[in-house]
């Protein structure tokens, strides 16, 4: 994560004072999302302990090609309903793909938060509104993808920028992620894992 700027720190502390009174219920009712580059054999760290005299290279022995890095991009959600699946992509998460995984998935894992007022007893401006959050990258922002969400009545909740240390979901990812340096040297390909 980049450093915090001023202007980041207003508005998580704004963020913060907007959503203070918000209970269990209010934050159940809240689908994060995000995507990520899951690449096992660059995170973490790997320990070895040399014996005197010893050298690294005689510890682990400098390969003669260079392994090629393994990427798995994808997409995921995380509610207070568990963990939604993982939508893998390829290339660049760019408007129309992320549009396209919206329309293709979100609806189907989330049904209510397609008009996501709920249907209760009341007053329509008492309703609770399922919210959905992503960050402000600009494959979310688009224009398209502002587009379908006002078509299909998401409320999108206004997520302070450069803040992903608050989005629950990167912590699905650091899971994976740890699953995946376990395995690591096994990994050759996207396609097994």
């Known amino acids: 994560m980049d450093a915090l700027t001023k202007d980041h720190v207003k508005q998580r502390l704004k963020f913060g004072n907007d959503h203070l ?3 269990v219920h209010d934050w159940g009712l809240i689908v994060f999302s995000d995507e990520s580059d899951l690449l096992p054999v660059k995170y973490g760290r790997q320990y070895v302990r040399l014996k005197e005299g010893q050298k690294f290279v005689d510890v682990i022995p ?10 798995i991009k994808v997409w995921g959600t995380i509610s207070f309903l568990g963990v939604g699946t ?14 396209d995984i919206l329309q293709d998935h979100l609806f189907q894992e989330y049904p209510m938060l397609e008009n996501s007022a709920m249907e209760l007893e009341g007053p329509i401006g008492e309703l609770p509104r399922f919210g959905f959050v992503q960050d402000k990258s600009t494959s979310h922002t688009a224009n398209k993808v502002r587009e379908w969400m006002d078509l299909n009545d998401v409320n999108v909740i206004g997520w302070p920028s450069n803040s992903p240390d608050i989005n629950i979901v990167e912590n699905v990812w650091a899971y994976v992620q740890d699953k995946l340096f376990d395995v690591r040297v096994q990994i050759r390909s996207p396609n097994e894992t």
């Open 21 to 23: 009174h918000w209970d």
């Open 62 to 71: 400098l390969r003669e090609t260079a392994k090629k890095e393994v990427t």
């Open 86 to 99: 993982l939508i893998r992509y390829e290339d660049t998460m760019d408007a129309i793909t992320y549009k």
